[in-house]
């Protein structure tokens, strides 16, 4: 135990440490309020996100509910001035690669193409391109399901949640060029996919 | 090469859809596009996939009693970090009407984006030569008739001498929007099309939040005492405007 003089002679924000606590609550208060008021508008956003890399409700709301847990934790590194959506949905995807869905998933290889090989090929217009049909949902959402997942992913953050190549590229950790590539190989394979239905009855 | 003319590599062509190329990058693809109908073709194409691909994408929807658990934990979380009950109240209150608008926010935003994208869509597919209306007929007199028994509502048009300069009626579709039966409306106004959809006001979509250009296309909406009416085309606002206005006008009772 301290005497008085001990603690009389000790500097004064040691002796006002339940001010100093009280100060720090209502800063950390303001902090969760600011956390929650930039992540519940992206909980629908999130959730079907992780239900597309899960592929099962029931581990999509456990992803959700993780990625809050340890974003509001880091919440002090984040920065105000970057992207939050970026990087929300990064630690949504760095939580899913260590589930056990995810571990599996990425047992799976998965080689980015030889550009030059590819680009040559079919650099030029393909007069079936506007004919393939858009306004089935169901043939689409098939079509995206069978797409390699590093594409469906790209181009999931691309179209759906429109998300910047670079903040792309920082959700993924992949170089931007990659990013590109990645999203036009999907689209491409999205049309390859579609393209048999033509000659089906609608 | 063989090739005589380079045209634009798939990988460009897809950022050029996700403006993701540098102004210069930009520019040489337009001048590109300018004088390339296939290449054009491509971009109608690939614009039109992205469309789809982001609605498509939109696909699971948190049931409410998941919505519910994962903003109670998202309260529960934050409220561990502080310690004073009356503040954790107010925080909760707060975080309970944000979440409230929030929520709000997204659906509404997310239904009339998904309008807006529906919308865009029907108009480019009209775009497309392939595409042929159901009735094609520059005589409001061919036009309104058509419609009846295929719509739960009528309307009218104005006859041609009453439309804006340059402004023509090409013909006519029955559409769908958002699962209600609309009329579709084909004009040109100089040279530049125009879809223009005509819905019940009462159980036609809401129009309220409809964002007011998309995609580099102008949507002008109106309401008359039971009709909505939407335009979407490239033509400048003001000339879709005073279509709009004839359109609105000539529904008054006389």
């Known amino acids: ?202 | 090469m063989s090739q005589t003319i380079e045209h634009i590599n798939p990988d460009v062509l897809s950022a050029f859809i996700d403006g993701e190329l540098s102004a210069g990058e930009q520019e040489t693809i337009e001048q590109h596009l300018s004088g390339c109908h296939a290449c054009g073709l491509r971009v109608l194409s690939a614009t039109r996939l992205k469309t789809a691909t982001a609605r498509a994408g939109r696909r699971f929807v948190p049931p409410p009693e998941v919505l519910a658990r994962l903003t109670a934990q998202l309260h529960g979380e934050s409220r561990r970090r502080i310690y004073s009950i009356r503040r954790t109240a107010w925080a909760s209150l707060a975080a309970a009407m944000v979440l409230a608008v929030s929520v709000i926010g997204w659906r509404q935003l997310h239904e009339t984006n998904n309008l807006a994208a529906e919308l865009l869509d029907q108009h480019l597919a009209t775009l497309s030569s392939a595409a042929t209306p159901q009735v094609i007929s520059t005589d409001r007199h061919t036009v309104k008739p058509w419609f009846q028994g295929r719509l739960p509502f009528s309307f009218n048009l104005p006859d041609p001498q009453a439309l804006p300069s340059e402004t023509a009626l090409k013909g006519a579709d029955l559409t769908y929007l958002k699962g209600q039966p609309a009329a579709l409306l084909l004009f040109t106004i100089h040279k530049h099309e125009v879809s223009v959809f005509v819905t019940q006001r009462f159980s036609g979509p809401n129009l309220a939040a409809l964002p007011s250009t998309r995609s580099g296309f102008t949507i002008h909406s109106a309401t008359t005492h039971d009709l909505q009416i939407v335009a979407v085309s490239d033509v400048n606002p003001a000339d879709l405007d005073a279509l709009v206005a004839t359109l609105v006008r000539v529904q008054a009772p006389s």
């Open chain 1, 1 to 202: 135990m301290l005497g008085t003089e001990a603690l009389l002679s000790m500097p004064i924000h040691f002796r006002d440490s339940s001010r100093r606590e009280a100060a720090d609550n209502i800063a950390s208060a303001a902090r969760s309020a600011e956390f929650e008021q930039l992540a519940l508008p992206l909980l629908p956003s999130l959730y079907n996100h992780a239900c597309w890399l899960t592929r099962n409700h029931a581990e999509a709301e456990d992803l959700v509910q993780e990625t809050f847990s340890k974003a509001l934790r880091a919440f002090d590194s984040f920065r105000a001035d970057t992207n939050f959506k970026g990087w929300i949905f990064r630690i949504l995807r760095n939580t899913f690669l260590t589930s056990r869905t995810g571990i599996a998933a990425s047992r799976t290889v998965f080689l980015e193409d030889h550009q030059q090989a590819l680009d040559t090929t079919d650099a030029g217009p393909n007069p079936e391109d506007n004919l393939i049909r858009l306004d089935n949902q169901a043939a689409l959402q098939r079509a995206m399901e069978q797409l390699e997942p590093p594409l469906r992913e790209a181009l999931l953050l691309c179209d759906v949640e429109e998300v910047k190549y670079k903040d792309i590229a920082l959700i993924l950790d992949i170089p931007i060029g990659t990013v590109m590539s990645r999203i036009s190989r999907a689209r491409r394979a999205l049309r390859q996919l579609l393209q048999p239905r033509l000659g089906e009855p609608q």
